[in-house]
């Protein structure tokens, strides 16, 4: 699945790649038609759900670090994360509004670049750095354009994930606040997450997701729980400013 360095980012990698196979290894035994993942959404959110539980405590379980530092160093974390994960999630959300737009015939080919660049603002508030040419194709620098592979799993997972983390973390008896959990070594958060991991595509994704989760709706509320601290602090730093951007700038 990749070619491994040692660094931080890819040990994170390493986790969602993985999640990939421990899928594969969990449904390998349902009916052909059903070796798949209950969404396309599921299958890159299982490897991101774990590497969640990279926090301080684990890293010093398996003997990566020396210390736990307090939770006095969980804002610089939380952004760090959130850089990652928050950020990611317009972008998540548009690169397929732009596949649909352009499939449906709505978006024209001299219009490819004009599209990406007006769903970019729309979405993620960016311009293009300097004035693009009118047969630029800027869309084409996203492997998953010109590789043809749907990009809403991406943007399915980033909500995922974290409801999968909110409710493991409550299965292994976490009692750390969400940011900090590890369900590292817990018997039954892992029991609970093959037991949805084994239905494949053999039951529908809601009913995987309750199985789990006890409801089958996607809830992004566990996004708020886990990013809290970050967001009050924020807040604070973010008095008496106006945040967010125009279409007029």
């Not at 210390?67 to 999630?89: C, E, H, Q, R, Y």
């Not at 009692?175 to 039954?188: F, L, N, V």
């Not at 595509?201 to 009913?207: D, G, I, N, R």
């Not at 601290?229 to 951007?245: A, F, I, S, V």
Request: hydrophobic share 40%; net charge negative; aromatic share 12%.
């Amino acid at each position: 699945k990749m070619c491994i360095q040692k660094t931080g980012e890819e040990f994170a990698v390493i986790h969602h790649e993985l999640g990939h196979n421990y899928y594969q290894r969990a449904y390998n035994t349902q009916p052909l038609l059903y070796r798949g993942s209950a969404n396309d959404g599921f299958h890159e959110a299982i490897g991101d759900t774990i590497a969640l539980s990279i926090t301080p405590k684990y890293l010093k379980e398996i003997g990566l670090v020396d210390t736990v530092p307090d939770a006095s160093n969980d804002i610089g974390m939380l952004l760090k994360l959130a850089l990652d994960k928050i950020a990611f999630v317009p972008f998540g959300l548009m690169v397929d509004q732009w596949r649909w737009k352009v499939f449906s015939g709505e978006v024209k080919p001299e219009d490819y670049n004009k599209a990406w660049w007006e769903l970019r603002e729309k979405y993620q508030g960016v311009m293009a750095p300097v004035e693009r040419p009118v047969d630029a194709f800027d869309p084409g620098a996203k492997y998953h354009v010109p590789g043809n592979t749907p990009y809403t799993r991406y943007f399915l997972a980033h909500i995922l994930q974290f409801q999968f983390h909110k409710t493991l973390c409550e299965i292994a008896g976490n009692t750390d606040p969400i940011h900090r959990c590890s369900i590292y070594g817990s018997a039954e958060a892992g029991k609970a997450l093959n037991a949805m991991l084994e239905m494949g595509k053999s039951k529908t994704w809601q009913e995987a997701l309750a199985s789990l989760t006890g409801k089958g709706e996607m809830d992004a509320s566990a996004i708020l729980d886990y990013f809290a601290p970050l967001k009050t602090w924020l807040d604070e730093q973010n008095q008496d400013r106006t945040c967010g951007w125009s279409q007029n700038i």
